[in-house]
């Protein structure tokens, strides 16, 4: 896990349409980029910020988000989600995240990420049935 330091940023885009509104995800009633789309992208960015640093076999995984949606997105409109590590504690990684349409910055927060082993995470996930 070399290179896992903080200061690594990440960053993921996304074109606001019909797939990935408030209605599409049924979290809302209104034709605009959903909450879930946003946080959604905003965990790419940090997995894309680290995937590169681990070791073959291993990856991370989404434990926590703490973030606010500020402003409404309209379809048509680019989102990119920046993410920036700000703290390392064993396998524990957080990041400071944030969204931007064109004109606003759109969401903020912390986002909680776990390093595991990928073949032992999905053994224990699939013994759970």
Sequence with gaps: M???NPGVTGESKVMV???NTA???GSGGVDVFATPAMIGLMENAAL???QSLLAEGLTTVGTKVDVKHLVATPTGM???AKSELVEVDGKRLVFKVEAFDAKDKIGE???ERFVV???KFMEKTNNKG
Excluded: F
């Design 2 to 4: 070399d290179g896992l």
């Design 17 to 19: 349409s019909e797939k």
């Design 23 to 25: 209605v599409a995800h």
């Design 48 to 50: 894309n910020s680290v």
């Design 78 to 80: 680019e989102v990119i």
């Design 109 to 111: 927060g912390l986002h």
């Design 117 to 119: 082993d990928l073949t």
